[in-house]
């Protein structure tokens, strides 16, 4: 077998991978790009090379050994992005889970470490692949030794060999040193001779081959100017050559037979990707969790297929499963049912329960105890039959989401798996995955339905156990029980729109796009694609000659945030911003929302998520009807799509105030805020009147402005760069608001240190409920990690207990209607916002009860607010 060393240059791949990718980050917060896209890198040259041995470099630190020849080298860079250190630690990780070795040198750079295994490994006979988005590397292109270099993207690569140079430059691998000596290297900071750019480098090489015999033969260079720079800097163009030249011969203490490549330690991969959230690349690598339940025998089941369905099968208590495969399961069949109880263990086939009175009767008895996993989704799905699911007295997923939220739970086989039952497959090794999915013969899908039945009867009592000692009981019955089947009846009734007025909106739109893609075009003096960002870096700074703020591996940045610094210099800046804006809200929100609305009902039957964030809060999908923008005028329109189901009928909007500032004071106890809250002051104004130490008519609305956004950003542990990012000022004015805030509310600042070094201690946080949220980064070595995990702590007694707030409120609100005998409906909950649908003769009733039962879900040391509105659509429920 031939032997091949790949070397791949790990900053350099790590940096094209940020700057290639959006800024991806996981549930934690914590971004993630840059180790996708490393990953992605390692997965096809592992895939396409095969090799034997492997080494990834990395720079040991900002000096080298160069730096004493010239000290502006690499002079002038950019810090690094601290969205880019915070993965380091994690590539490190990755890169250990591959078992693939990484080596770093004190003084010198991974380019001098690959420079030196790789002539190491050609004199011992090696194949030799170099990976870098680094073109420097290509000088070590040899017979033995080829270079790939990354070009657009990540994994689009420019493959070097001797030839290839020839037909690009006409110049030898050795000669590539030759050229940066003279054309300089502006990334690496290395001068150059002022002046002589590719062309001419180029150009002289080809006549005198390199720096040194061409400096001996300045006088037969054509071109007086070019002679002058040749010979005022001879020196320096000596120096630059020096400087570009990879040294060979590095003290690099690894030997080629240090690095052979194993294969990949697959479990320590898959826990990474899991906690990384790279479901996409799980799909890449074998799961030996799934192989050995795939591959390994399991145990018969003792079950019965059930013929005919009778009562004496349908004893209480039942641990009862429902099977729908589609993620969407407003529009999908139900495969099949499992049951076990003190009777047996049985599978009930859809079209034999669905056509049943007895199994109706049954399902819909109260009195009847359910265990289910997914009460929500069973409840939806089979609403869709006419049967109203009753009777459920546990829910698998819900305390399995409330024993540790930072799991992912993919299925019913993820779960007992954490709990070390092995004996059912994930539904993606049962089904298969992508265009493999399918659904088997009744008779191989009658066991694996069973087999969940069976889960919930072995960990039932695990999780009541875990529950109990959390102290989460209340928690799980008083409220997240009771709300999953709220959260079913607004799915099922859905929230009506009107077509006809989101049809005409896009096409308002499309005008609005239209006059803005020709006043851009005016501006900028020539038509282009305003989605280019290569494209309209050239107008704006190329031809307009605007000052570039950024610049990425592939050219000028044009993102929002740099577009927003320029706003002032042009004004074709406003009009692509708001071009972009009104695009985006074409896009996703016009087209996306029509794609979703229910042809025979109008409806959007959105999925509210109850066991997803960490925080607790309620998330939507399919689509989400909780991010429609309302900050633009026109993302605002949206809603006036959204109308009563019922003729006649009205929208009612009720929102709490300021819930999370509210907490807060109730949490932290400080007198200042609490006593604020309890006089209605606005505490805005409050706070500025405290930081600023003046009167309240005193309080100006800039100042105000400013104690907003320190009041809202001290709740989730803002900094002083983030404050001074937020309102514009310096980070030294943003340091010095939030020291006076803190000295201002001495009460919040103790709360803030209290809850981190509880968190460190406990290793979790808990709110007003005591749902829990695990931190397992705040005793980190990581500096980045530590400080994500304190912010994080100091964020979720707060956002979590607004979250448990609202969701009580969904409940007694419920409770309220029924109790009134009202035809008032909840159609959604948006953050803090309920909205209803309700008849205009109840709207006087609801707004007395709303806001009671709202103000009073809780008792805090302060008082809860509700504001409430109401109109034709939601737009004017404000």
């Not at 091949?4 to 290639?20: E, M, Q, T, W």
């Amino acid at each position: 077998m031939s032997k091949k060393l790949v070397l791949i240059d790990g900053n350099s791949i790590a940096y094209r991978a940020f700057f290639a990718l959006p800024l991806l980050h996981n549930e934690k917060g914590i971004h993630t790009n840059a180790v996708y896209g490393f990953t992605m890198m390692l997965l096809k040259i592992l895939e396409e090379e095969k090799p034997t041995h492997m080494l990834v470099a990395f720079d040991a630190g900002k000096t080298t050994f160069r730096h004493q020849t010239f000290s502006e080298y690499k002079g002038g860079r950019q810090k690094t992005p601290p969205e880019l250190s915070e993965q380091f630690p994690f590539l490190r990780e990755l890169l250990d889970a591959f078992q693939i070795p990484r080596y770093e040198l004190e003084n010198y750079e991974a380019d001098d470490i690959i420079g030196t295994m790789s002539l190491q490994a050609e004199k011992e006979g090696y194949e030799v692949k170099v990976y870098s988005g680094d073109k420097d590397l290509t000088q070590l292109s040899s017979e033995r030794t080829t270079v790939g270099i990354t070009r657009k993207g990540i994994t689009d690569i420019e493959v070097y060999t001797p030839e290839h140079i020839e037909e690009k430059y006409g110049l030898t691998p050795q000669q590539i040193i030759d050229m940066k000596g003279l054309m300089g290297d502006q990334s690496d900071n290395i001068p150059g001779v002022p002046g002589v750019g590719e062309k001419t480098a180029i150009k002289l090489l080809k006549e005198f081959h390199t720096v040194e015999e061409l400096l001996q033969s300045i006088d037969q260079v054509s071109g007086k100017k070019l002679k002058e720079k040749l010979t005022e800097f001879k020196e320096q163009a000596i120096m630059s050559k020096e400087l570009a030249t990879i040294l060979r011969e590095a003290p690099v203490d690894v030997q080629i037979g240090d690095i052979q490549f194993k294969e990949y330690d697959k479990e320590k991969l898959i826990a990474l990707f899991k906690e990384l959230g790279f479901q996409s690349l799980l799909n890449k690598i074998d799961d030996p969790d799934e192989a050995a339940a795939d591959d390994a025998v399991l145990e018969d089941i003792d079950f019965a297929m059930v013929e005919e369905i009778k009562e004496e099968i349908l004893v209480c208590p039942s641990y009862f499963y429902v099977e729908v495969l589609e993620d969407n399961y407003h529009y999908a069949d139900i495969l099949g049912f499992s049951l076990v109880n003190e009777k047996g263990a049985f599978f009930i086939s859809h079209s034999l329960a669905l056509n049943s009175p007895i199994f109706k009767a049954w399902a819909e008895d109260e009195t009847k105890k359910k265990i289910v996993y997914d009460a929500k989704r069973s409840e939806v799905v089979l609403r869709h039959h006419g049967i109203h699911l009753s009777g459920v007295s546990f829910d698998l997923l819900i305390a399995s989401y409330l024993a540790d939220p930072s799991e992912t739970i993919e299925d019913i086989a993820s779960i007992a798996k954490r709990y070390g039952v092995s004996d059912v497959q994930s539904d993606d090794v049962f089904y298969g995955k992508g265009a493999k999915r399918s659904v088997p013969e009744e008779k191989l899908l009658a066991p694996h339905l069973v087999r969940k039945a069976l889960v919930l009867s072995q960990l039932e009592e695990k999780l009541q156990e875990e529950l109990k000692s959390n102290h989460q009981l209340e928690l799980f019955y008083d409220l997240e029980m009771p709300l999953s089947l709220i959260l079913a009846d607004m799915e099922s009734q859905g929230v009506k729109v009107d077509r006809e007025r989101l049809l005409a909106m896009g096409e308002e739109l499309k005008g609005r796009l239209a006059q803005l893609e020709a006043n851009i075009y005016s501006l900028a003096g020539e038509t282009f694609n305003i989605n280019s960002p290569k494209q309209l870096g050239v107008i704006l700074f190329e031809k307009l000659g605007l000052p570039v703020i950024k610049k990425t591996k592939t050219g000028y940045s044009t993102s929002a945030d740099v577009l927003e610094q320029l706003e002032q210099s042009h004004e074709i800046i406003a009009e692509i911003l708001h071009f972009r804006q009104l695009g985006k809200l074409q896009s996703t929100y016009i087209e996306g929302l029509l794609k979703v609305v229910n042809s025979k009902t109008d409806k959007i039957h959105t999925i509210f998520n109850q066991t997803l964030t960490q925080t607790g809060r309620l998330s939507s999908t399919d689509p989400n009807l909780q991010n429609i923008p309302i900050r633009l005028e026109e993302g605002r329109k949206i809603r006036q799509a959204f109308v009563p189901s019922e003729s006649g009928w009205v929208i009612f909007a009720a929102d709490y105030s300021q819930i999370e500032l509210r907490v807060l004071a109730h949490i932290a106890g400080d007198e200042k805020l609490i006593q604020a809250f309890k006089e209605g002051m606005d505490i805005h104004t409050k706070t500025a009147m405290e930081v600023f130490h003046v009167e309240k008519d005193e309080v100006t609305s800039n100042m105000r402005r400013h104690a907003k956004a320190v009041n809202f950003g001290i709740v989730y542990g803002i900094s002083d760069y983030g404050l001074s990012q937020s309102l514009k000022i310096t980070r030294k004015e943003a340091g010095n608001f939030i020291t006076r805030y803190l000295e201002s509310y001495p009460k919040v600042k103790d709360y803030m240190e209290d809850i981190v070094r509880e968190a460190k201690q406990k290793g979790y946080v808990t709110t007003l409920l005591h749902r829990r949220r695990y931190l397992p980064e705040i005793t980190s070595r990581n500096f980045n990690l530590k400080s994500f995990a304190e912010r994080t702590a100091m964020n979720t007694p707060i956002q979590g207990s607004a979250a448990d707030i609202i969701k009580k409120a969904m409940i007694d609100m419920a409770e309220r209607l029924k109790t009134e005998g009202l035809q008032t409906r909840l159609l959604l909950q948006v953050h803090d916002e309920l909205i209803f649908e309700a008849p205009p003769e109840e709207i006087e009733k609801l707004k007395l009860i709303v806001p009671e039962v709202m103000e009073n879900a809780v008792e805090l040391k302060v008082p809860l607010k509700v504001d409430y509105a109401y109109g034709p659509t939601w737009f004017d429920a404000k």
